[in-house]
């Protein structure tokens, strides 16, 4: 009869290690083949993890030029990302040119972590002097106001108006923006509400929120943030919210329901990508009656037009005065500041001074333009047409008819010895052109890359046709 002896593991040292095979050991076996193991974790064929397939590898598109250098591949990364700014969309939309934004600013404690540099509290200081400016040049109707967050309170820094260097002057003092205690993101949002309580209906209401929190300290009582997203969503706020932290599910709700936006920044430079896709005029939806007066108009004002029998709607006029501007001889009191200054404008209802423009008369509330501001704020209702690229091979053909300098700074294009060289890397850019030539549809004019840019991006206009 069998008799069972105690298993006695060999030393470590001792070459009986080697000699046992995965099976004889006790328990069950642990042998299994590459492809079982592999579909076990989620692998595919190829041994590589589900995970991998998601992620491009990015370093196989830079290749090599003709001299082994990597100068023309680094150019055509830097070529892709302007000409991914320069694209914009044709479809034709329709947009508020009057705006009204409020920007919620996180001063918590938690703008003093240094994941960003050099801090969140520096980073978006100086981000926001920058948007700022460049806000108001593409929204030269707007107006803008500014509201802090922190210590589980919310406080206007700036109210809202359409004066840049106020609000610039007011992000330059640091010791009203020292960050404390937690942030209420109900109570920010209450009082930019709040604030454009007394704002028409015709102009776009907005709020832009830089939330760093992971969390938000809300008031308890029966008025709860859920109820003030259901206000917002009928006073037609369009809330936007950059998060500085991680994802948060009330931050999210709260811009899908309003229409506005919600992202998070992984870095400098995907929160500046952030806070600039602000910049431009949001669409709006066409309401029925809208489209009911563009019928009757369309029709030259007849009855037919919306109905047998029935008149024309009649479309809601916005009131506008041109002001007179002012010698800067001596000084007089303005109405919007009661300080003495020099200069200014007259409003041309109530005759009140005023020291700047576009804004809103104390005294008789007109909304006070100027005609340059008028003109510039329809660049986004009439963008212009994304310019075509020039290929390759229809390049050489017409390349003796070409024009061998940019129609807009007059820098020269590339020649045939260097598009020949540069072709393998230049026809690997999404929407790049590999000749470095870019043309307008209507007048058939060639401009560089950077031109490019700054036609759609800056200028608005084609310098070729005027359009």
């Known amino acids: 009869m069998a008799v069972d002896t105690a298993y006695q593991p060999p030393s470590p040292g001792s070459d009986d290690v080697d000699a046992i095979s995965e099976d004889d050991r006790p328990g069950p076996s642990k042998r ?5 193991r592999s579909r076990e974790h989620g692998a595919d064929e190829s041994g590589r993890q589900a995970w991998e397939g998601m992620y491009k590898r990015s370093w196989d598109v830079v290749q090599e030029d003709a001299e082994g250098g990597l100068q023309a591949a680094v150019d055509s990364l830097i070529a892709r990302g302007r000409r991914k700014r320069a694209l914009v969309s044709e479809t034709p939309l329709r947009r508020s040119i009057i705006r009204h934004l409020f920007i919620i600013l996180d001063l918590s404690e938690s703008v003093r972590d240094k994941d960003f540099r050099p801090t969140r509290f520096d980073l978006l200081l100086t981000y926001l002097r920058t948007y700022i400016v460049e806000w108001f040049d593409q929204n030269p109707l707007g107006q803008v106001g500014v509201v802090l967050i922190r210590d589980r309170l919310a406080e206007t820094l700036v109210p809202m108006g359409g004066n840049p260097q106020d609000i610039l002057a007011a ?6 923006l020292e960050p404390s205690g937690e942030a209420s993101l109900q109570n920010g949002l209450l009082m930019a509400k709040g604030g454009m309580a007394h704002l028409p209906s015709s102009s776009s209401l907005e709020t832009l929120t830089l939330f760093s929190s992971i969390s938000t300290s809300d008031p308890d009582g029966s008025y709860s943030i859920h109820q003030l997203l259901n206000d917002l969503v009928q006073a037609r706020v369009r809330s936007s919210i950059i998060s500085l932290s991680g994802e948060i599910k009330i931050c999210r709700q709260i811009a899908e329901r309003t229409g506005g936006k919600f992202g998070v920044a992984m870095d400098e430079d995907h929160l500046r990508e952030l806070m600039w896709e602000s910049i431009p005029p949001p669409a709006q939806t066409v309401a029925a009656s809208t489209m009911g007066v563009r019928s009757a108009l369309a029709a030259g004002g007849s009855k037919g037009a919306v109905g047998k029998g029935k008149p024309p709607p009649a479309g809601d006029l916005m009131i506008m005065g041109f002001p007179t501007r002012l010698p800067t001889g001596g000084e007089t009191m303005c109405v919007c500041h009661g300080l003495l200054k020099k200069g200014g404008y007259m409003c041309p209802r109530c005759g009140s001074k005023l020291c700047d423009v576009p804004t809103d008369c104390e005294v008789c509330g007109l909304m006070v333009v100027s005609s340059p501001h008028l003109a510039r704020s329809f660049w986004f209702l009439f963008p212009v047409a994304n310019y075509d690229t020039l290929p390759y091979d229809v390049g050489m053909q017409e390349f003796g008819s070409l024009s ?7 820098v020269d294009f ?6 020949g060289l540069n072709m393998g890397v230049a026809a690997q850019a999404d929407g790049v052109s590999p000749t470095g030539r870019y043309r307008c549809a209507k ?10 840019l700054y036609i759609h991006d800056t200028l608005h206009t084609c310098p070729g046709c005027s359009q």
């Not at 299994?32 to 079982?36: D, F």
């Not at 061998?404 to 007059?410: E, I």
């Open 32 to 36: 299994k083949s590459k492809t079982v």
């Open 171 to 176: 992000l330059s003092d640091k010791r009203k």
């Open 404 to 410: 061998p300098t940019c129609s807009g700074c007059d």
């Open 414 to 419: 590339p020649t045939v010895d260097e598009l």
């Open 443 to 452: 007048c058939k004019s060639d401009f560089c890359g950077d031109c490019d």
